[in-house]
């Protein structure tokens, strides 16, 4: 049977991320002009990376549930406008600590915006599809790697570091409008106490799960990180391969995002997200394996860290899946933006602990490292027969289904 069409405002969706995610990495390529603009060190120009990063990881499970009553269509296009006045602020900057200011407003309102992507990416899928629309959403983020960052620094080397700015905003201006004529109308839930809108923090599938996607994002980014390094011990250096290297991991991560969505809907979100997290475990385990087996092809390093990739970014959608399955309807925006958190805080602890074993056993040993998170993550990951205590795999149909037809 042929499936579906992509309804046009889940493409938008794709969009909104691919801004929203651009915005969080592009500074970094064009780091020494902001310096030499703003008169300060190239160190101080990159804690407007390590500042955005921190907010959102801050701001998501806060912004959640200010906004969980509120309709997602609401809060998409309020906090994709205010993205864009925050972006232009960042153009237009004076001076640093105006920059960082506006860096803080961008990373507040990115993190609005995803939580609520996610949940209406996951709210407006048709029965049997939240899988695969959560994916389309997902590649947004995994696009903004080897297509967003790479163009918004070629138009800062081009016209200058403030041109990079003035185009993610003029993309959210772009996504606000669309989501505005386009976006499914998804209510927001009913006015609760603080207690029950705080509900996750308490619902021990929900952490379980969260501390999963902390412990797959602190591996496999840690192995992202000094994918250079690690390239270069093993075939050699030198800036065509590691670009082509680089380009690899964008393409297999997009398509694992989403072929991802698509088993998750095909196993259910559970069973998936352990076939992803084992995948993931052994290609690392293969990468650790190719250092110290000497061979040196650059057809089986490709192949490898092309594995990787896929595994990599296939996580985000069975394993957001699992946390609505757990969260249930009402406070799904929370738990999202619980697991958003987490996934930056892995990103953060990635690199300090990636740092820490380079600096004493070496970069050969950080796809071990890594491997080691991974299974870890793999064994803390609820089976598909125990998924959530008691009610098992009921909460799978049911969450997804009220998902489906909104609160």
């Known amino acids: 049977m042929k499936r579906a069409a992509l309804p046009g405002w889940l493409c938008i969706l794709f969009l909104t991320l691919l801004a929203t995610a651009t915005d969080e990495f592009v500074i970094a390529g064009v780091l020494p002009a902001v310096a030499d603009d703003l008169e300060v060190s190239v160190a101080a120009a990159g804690q407007l990376v390590t500042v955005f990063a921190v907010v959102y990881a801050v701001g998501a499970p806060t912004l959640s549930v200010v906004c969980e009553r509120f309709a997602k269509r609401t809060v998409l296009v309020v906090g994709l406008l205010l993205f864009v006045l925050a972006n232009a602020a960042a153009a237009l900057a004076p001076g640093y600590w105006f920059l960082m200011g506006a860096r803080v ?126 390239t270069s011990e093993v075939a050699g250096g030198s800036y065509g391969l ?54 040196g092809d650059r057809c089986v390093l490709a192949a490898v860290i092309a594995c990787w990739a896929f595994f990599a970014w296939a996580l985000t959608p069975p394993v957001q899946g699992s946390i609505l399955a757990a969260a249930g309807p009402s406070a799904g925006m929370t738990a999202l933006s619980l697991n958003i958190s ?45 998924a959530h205590g008691v009610l098992g795999k009921q909460l799978d149909s049911r969450a997804a289904s009220a998902w489906s037809h909104g609160p």
């Open 105 to 230: 407003a961008a990373a507040l309102c990115a993190a609005a915006v995803a939580s609520a992507a996610f949940a209406t990416a996951a709210a407006g899928a048709p029965d049997g599809a939240q899988g695969r629309y959560l994916g389309v959403v997902t590649a947004g983020m995994t696009a903004a790697l080897f297509s967003g960052v790479p163009l918004g620094s070629w138009l800062g080397g081009a016209f200058g570091w403030r041109a990079t700015f003035w185009t993610i905003a003029a993309v959210g201006a772009v996504a606000a409008g669309g989501l505005l004529a386009t976006a499914p109308p998804v209510p927001g839930g009913a006015v609760a106490p603080l207690r029950e809108r705080l509900a996750p923090l308490r619902n021990r599938a929900v952490l379980r799960l969260v501390a999963v996607t902390f412990l797959a994002a602190s591996g496999g980014l840690m192995f992202y990180t000094y994918l250079g390094p690690y």
């Open 242 to 295: 590691l670009s082509f290297v680089l380009f690899l991991v964008g393409a297999a991560g997009l398509t694992g995002a989403l072929l991802s969505g698509r088993a998750s809907d095909a196993w259910g979100p559970q069973r998936s997200l352990r076939r992803v997290l084992a995948g993931h475990a052994i290609a690392l385990a293969l990468a650790a394996g190719l250092v110290s087996s000497g061979l």
């Open 342 to 386: 987490a996934l930056y805080l892995g990103t953060g602890v990635a690199a300090a602990l990636g740092g820490a074993v380079v600096g004493t056993l070496g970069v050969t040993c950080v796809p071990l490292a890594a491997a080691t998170l991974m299974a870890l993550a793999f064994l803390l990951a609820p089976s598909s027969r125990h």
